[in-house]
């Protein structure tokens, strides 16, 4: 989310007109509306402004049902294709003046432009933000370096990873140190193929638990050559929680339990040790899972249980 400045906009804006108060309404054409304040101050109805006209500026005897008593200033803009918006100033004392009435007018062209291009940008960042979330509960992540291989930027949550990571840490200078030397040879490889440009992509594996692996690849980003690196921490089922994998995949706790072990690779038999049962049970469970989730065997139920939506969940 963008961080809401329509306030503090809203606040120079009486400082400049000398007014108590001043409000926003943006009213989206999808029914929804959206509104700021500075002070005290009670727009009109949306009814009324409906009626009101594009780019005029209103004083307050033209505004029914509000205290003619009370100097107000009101303006209509168009926002685009999104819907229109409605900004209002008001005194205690004195009335505005005319070139406040100019000034306010002269605003509505830019005003419009401007929440036309915040909401736009606003919901760029949300999708944005989707996107992260998605790629991140599936292990996602990527690293931008220079074409000679110092890190520039990363993703929020492989900052996380780097920074709470026994194998590898980043030096000031941007290099990445790896802990063992096989992995840095091995980067380092990685680093001299992409800068090469053959198409030839070998991920490395720079962690086995928790398994991690980089893949680089030549990329331009804004108009720059960088060294994309794109990451994929593996997942595993026990981040998700029993009640998560009963209600996806309509099962009893207990299988849920025995089903999230089969997932990360447990055999029955070290199933069975996990989870205190006996051998008998844990196969007669197994079944249930299997007739429950449609499968046959434990590798169809490994294959269900990454495929599916459960780790968006």
Not at 121 to 147: K, N
Not at 269 to 279: E, H
């Amino acid at each position: 989310m963008i961080p809401d400045l329509w306030p503090d906009f809203l606040g120079l804006l009486a400082h400049q007109l000398r007014a108590e108060s001043a409000a926003l309404h943006l009213e989206l054409d999808v029914g929804r509306g959206l509104s700021w304040q500075h002070g005290r101050l009670r727009l009109p109805e949306l009814a009324q402004m409906r009626q009101m006209r594009f780019d005029r500026v209103y004083a307050q005897i033209d505004m029914p049902g509000h205290d003619g008593r009370l100097p107000m200033r009101v303006l209509k803009c168009s926002v685009g294709a999104i819907g229109f918006a409605v900004l209002a100033v008001q005194r205690g004392g004195q009335d505005f003046r005319a070139v406040d009435g100019v000034k306010l007018s002269g605003l509505g062209p830019y005003l419009g432009q401007a929440l036309a291009n915040w909401f736009a940008l606003d919901h760029e960042r949300a999708r944005a933000a989707l996107d992260r979330q998605v790629s991140g509960r599936l292990g996602g992540g990527w690293i931008m370096f220079t074409p000679a291989g110092n890190v520039i930027d990363m993703a929020d949550n492989t900052r996380e990873w780097l920074d709470n990571s026994p194998t590898v840490q980043q030096r000031p200078n941007g290099w990445l140190e790896f802990r063992e030397g096989g992995v840095a040879q091995s980067f380092r490889r990685a680093v001299a193929a992409a800068q090469a440009g053959n198409g030839l992509i070998r991920p490395v594996e720079i962690s086995r638990d928790p398994a991690i692996e980089i893949a680089l690849m030549p990329k331009e980003v804004a108009g720059e050559r960088v060294l994309l690196g794109l990451i994929r921490h593996g997942i595993s089922a026990r981040s998700l929680s029993v009640e998560q994998v009963a209600t996806a995949f309509d099962l009893s706790r207990s299988e849920a339990r025995l089903a999230i072990l089969l997932c990360d690779g447990a055999s029955l038999q070290d199933a069975a040790l996990d989870l205190g049962w006996t051998l008998e049970t844990t196969r007669s469970c197994s079944k249930q899972v299997y007739a429950r989730m449609g499968v046959k065997g434990q590798s169809a139920v490994l294959r269900r249980m990454l495929t599916g939506a459960v780790w968006l969940t």
